[in-house]
């Protein structure tokens, strides 16, 4: 009987026995030298219905079975490592499994820098949730595959690579909590250099090579010779704070350090990693980003500590993890600029940006007395995640009061229900609907039922032919000059308009744009204002 219908037979029986699933986890071992990539496709499938079963059974065998199909996957699946290696770890002490929802798109991007399908990775992420840790179980994940290729780490610090180092020695101690060696048991630690923070991998400890397995040194010190990088090169954190951030030519002075010091100690097909507090635009990340941005073998993996709702992207449901009013609270005491650099991976200065927080005008409350007018616009919600925009603006003389927003990709019936309520609720009586695409017959619909419950909104339509990066441009000033925004002291729980403003600020001219609906929509609303004071009509007395 062939091995491949041997597997058949056995996937075919009921798996909810033990014995049976584990028959049909050593059948798909006898198939992997025939073929590796069913045999661990097939593993997969194993390792759900063991983790399924051990759960509804309270079965030990099944647990059991569980835990090798991860180690069948773990020296070729970077996730499956990470789960088994911390296998006999207590609950409390493990690092992967509690943060794994939010750090499996990161796993999922060093395995493909592992297997040749990156050249360059960089990952930017707040502090402390997880980013260099789960850096250091690559690293030896790398080390375990290849003990043959040196690995090269570099950081500014050489207090900070002393603690990786360190904590590689942890990760690689036969006699320690990892299961590091069950994963690789024919290699281990043949010599170790702590002054020179160098960790030497290999089969044979008296077969020793020139350059260590894992090599570390802080930029600057002067690496031609010492180390080399054949297989990785480890980058983390080389700035070292806002001061050096701040400084244009110790950024330059940082760059070319890299490409000297770090770079250069690269052979082969060496890969990059950088992780890294995205300081500057003009760091290595923001450089490296401008010259292989649109390279489909470079990634950058940029995840704030608040999402696009305000709401924390790392809450882990434990101790480890951030909550949403732990960052609200922690934004509130720091200064802006440190805030978004630090945790919301947005540099100090933003190249490019269009819209400065610091330039726009604020308010705290409305002018007395009646406004001349309520005006409004929208950019309808096209298709995917774009987002419907529609700024309510109370205007007093020369100024316009942004009062309310619509800023929502939700469902385009949800979204068209929700204009029609904040037009009647403020009472809105101008405005104009983009009529591109789908937003033509949006109007119609808002006008209509705005009509029956008796709002008094005007709609018009108007169709945009002007490029949107053009017109966002030229009418900016414009934005700045007649549009007042509420303080951030007054909208910390109004994500809608929270999010409106971080949409608007983060619009650059230089580079891709994920979300240019708000800046869209204001450059459409200040068209919409200065076409009706073209329009206006003026009395005066005849000269003759």
Not at 89 to 111: E, G, H, T, W
Not at 140 to 150: C, D, H, I
Not at 426 to 454: D, L, R, T, Y
Request: charged share 30%; with cysteine; aromatic share 10%.
């Amino acid at each position: 009987m062939e091995i491949r219908e041997l597997v058949v037979r056995a996937f075919q029986r009921d798996l909810s026995d033990p014995s049976a699933l584990s028959d049909a986890f050593d059948s798909i071992r006898l198939l992997e030298p025939e073929d590796f990539a069913l045999a661990h496709e097939r593993n997969k499938e194993v390792r759900r219905l063991s983790a399924k079963f051990a759960a509804e059974q309270k079965s030990l065998r099944m647990f059991e079975l569980n835990k090798r199909s991860l180690l069948f996957d773990a020296p070729y699946d970077f996730d499956a490592h990470c789960r088994y290696i911390e296998w006999n770890r207590p609950n409390d002490k493990r690092f992967y499994i509690p943060r794994r929802k939010q750090l499996l798109r990161v796993a999922k991007s060093l395995q493909k820098l592992a297997d040749g399908d990156l050249d360059l990775l960089a990952i930017s992420l707040p502090p402390g949730v997880g980013k260099t840790t789960l850096a250091l179980f690559f690293l030896t994940w790398l080390a375990g595959r290849s003990p043959e290729k040196p690995i090269l780490g570099g950081s500014h610090s050489n207090a900070f690579l002393r603690g990786v180092y360190d904590e590689c020695l942890r990760i690689l101690d036969p006699q320690g909590e990892y299961l590091w060696h069950d994963v690789f048991p024919t290699v281990q630690v043949v010599k170790t250099n702590a002054q020179d923070m160098m960790i030497d991998l290999g089969t044979d400890k008296k077969r020793g090579k020139r350059f260590a397995t894992l090599e570390f040194s802080s930029i600057g010190s002067g690496n031609a010779g010492k180390v080399r990088a054949e297989n990785l090169l480890y980058c983390d954190d080389l700035v070292d704070g806002l001061e050096s951030a701040l400084s244009k030519e110790r950024m330059d002075k940082l760059w070319n350090l890299y490409a000297t010091d770090l770079r250069q100690r690269k052979i082969g097909d060496a890969r990059e990693l950088h992780i890294a507090t995205r300081w500057s635009v003009h760091d290595v990340i923001g450089r490296l980003e401008q010259m292989y941005g649109e390279n489909d073998r470079a990634e950058f993996i940029v995840v704030p500590a608040l999402d696009e709702n305000d709401e924390s992207n790392f809450d882990y449901g434990n101790h480890a993890g951030f909550t949403t009013a732990f960052y609200h609270e922690q934004r509130d005491v720091m200064d802006d600029a440190s805030w978004r650099a630090l945790f919301m991976n947005q540099p100090i200065e933003r190249e490019g940006q269009l819209y400065n927080e610091d330039e726009l005008r604020r308010y705290f409350e409305l002018p007395d007395g009646k406004p001349d007018a309520v005006l409004f616009v929208c950019d309808t919600k096209d298709k995917g995640t774009d987002y419907c925009v529609m700024p309510i603006c109370y205007q007093y003389g020369n100024d316009f009061y942004c009062e309310d927003v619509v800023c929502d990709n939700s469902n385009p019936e949800v979204v068209e229900a929700r204009l029609v309520s904040k037009l009647l609720q403020h009472k809105a009586q101008m405005g104009q609907f983009e009529s591109n695409s789908a937003g033509g017959k949006v109007a119609e619909k808002v006008q209509k039922e705005v009509k029956e419950a008796g709002g008094i909104a005007k709609i018009t339509t108007k169709y945009t032919t002007q490029g949107k990066e053009t017109k966002i441009i030229v009418n900016s000033p414009w934005v700045k000059e007649r549009v007042l925004f509420k303080d951030n002291s007054i909208i910390k729980k109004d994500k809608e308009y929270r999010r409106m403003l971080n949409f608007l600020c983060g619009y650059t001219m230089a580079g891709k744009n994920k979300h240019d609906d708000v800046p869209d929509a204001w450059a459409m609303f200040a068209e919409y204002v200065q076409q009706l004071e073209g329009n206006k009509v003026e009395v005066f007395r005849r000269p003759f």
